[in-house]
């Protein structure tokens, strides 16, 4: 089956545009995770879905960032007014779930580079 | 708060060497542990998780992890290790009733023939 898929693989952009990512989560995953993913760091925390709702977004930096998953499968990350500090790799995750013990599956990431 | 440190950012090993990656963590409350790993242009995989079952853990492709609470480490091993191996790897830590992983900051791993 299919893993977890996040289009655009690569975006590079001007500073102070507007960015949407997209992910697809594993068919009949109901959480999802978005973590951002800096030059020489580990994943960072964004913000979770169970379902529909956000259940925290408190990794997410700023009020630029903002995300939404309408139907409760495909997840899109918005960021507004693009910063040169928001270049990284953006990284989605889903799980069967909600819970800590159960395995994250990743997606390939989408690459921002804000120039 | 919980965190994770993994100490060395670039390791080096000959094939058919001892693979040893080092993870610490800090956790007030016992926690659940994870080693990912990430092969170029591919999305993170688990590679073994520990959640307060056997304290010897093993996972995928003769990767196995020791979780010592005396300690505070989650130490990667391999016995033998082989070109294939080369990839990022990555130690997490998340606290029991949350979803948050803690990524520590990664471990590049180079085999050399």
């Known amino acids: 089956g299919a893993g977890v898929s996040q289009t655009p693989s690569n975006k590079v952009t001007e500073k102070g545009k507007y960015v949407e990512l997209r992910c697809d989560p594993i068919s009949g995953h109901t959480a999802l995770y978005w973590y951002r993913q800096s030059l020489g760091q580990g994943p960072e925390f964004l913000i979770y879905?169970?379902?529909?709702?956000?259940?925290?977004d408190s990794g997410l930096p700023n009020d630029r960032f903002f995300a939404v998953r309408p139907e409760g499968s495909v997840s899109t990350l918005k960021i507004q007014r693009t910063e040169r500090g928001d270049s990284a790799v953006y990284l989605c995750?889903?799980?069967?779930?909600?819970?800590?013990?159960?395995?994250?599956?990743f997606g390939e990431g989408s690459r921002l580079t804000v120039l | 708060a919980q965190s994770v440190t993994q100490l060395g950012s670039h390791v080096s090993v000959s094939e058919g060497a001892l693979v040893l990656l080092r993870c610490n963590y800090s956790s007030s409350v016992p926690p659940y542990l994870f080693w990912y790993v990430q092969y170029p242009n591919q999305g993170l995989q688990l590679l073994l998780k520990?959640?307060?079952?056997?304290?010897l853990v093993k996972g995928i492709n003769g990767f196995e992890a020791e979780f010592k609470k005396s300690e505070t480490s989650f130490h990667l091993t391999k016995p033998s290790a082989h070109m294939s191996d080369a990839a990022e790897y990555f130690c997490a830590v998340s606290v029991s009733g949350t979803y948050k992983y803690i990524f520590g900051t990664g471990t590049r791993l180079k085999v050399l023939a």
């Open positions: 879905f169970q379902g529909t709702g956000a259940a925290d």
């Open positions: 520990y959640t307060s079952a056997a304290t």
């Open positions: 995750a889903s799980s069967p779930g909600s819970g800590n013990t159960g395995e994250l599956f």
